[in-house]
């Protein structure tokens, strides 16, 4: 589960996603839970082929929303475990 942060006024949301040795090797997609209020959403994330620790993944449109029908992005911090 991806539990996300905002940091402040900014639209953009911020987490973490954790992938292991083998998933961080090929190219692939990994399926994830996402909180969003009391509720919860499942994505595909892509991950890149030989992605690092550190390395971020940005999900376009995922942010928060605003009043005009604006939304950020969500921005996943990659986690090898």
Do not use: W
Request: proline share 4%; hydrophobic share 35%.
């Amino acid at each position: 589960m991806i539990n996300p942060v905002d940091s402040g006024d900014n639209l953009d949301l911020y987490g973490f996603i954790s992938v292991s040795e083998r998933e961080a090797r090929p190219a692939g997609r990994k399926l994830v839970n996402i909180a969003h209020g009391c509720n919860k959403r499942t994505f595909f994330v892509n991950i890149p082929a030989g992605v690092s620790e550190g390395t971020t993944v940005r999900l376009q449109g995922m942010g928060r929303l605003k009043a005009e029908g604006v939304k950020g992005d969500l921005y996943l911090k990659v986690r090898i475990k």
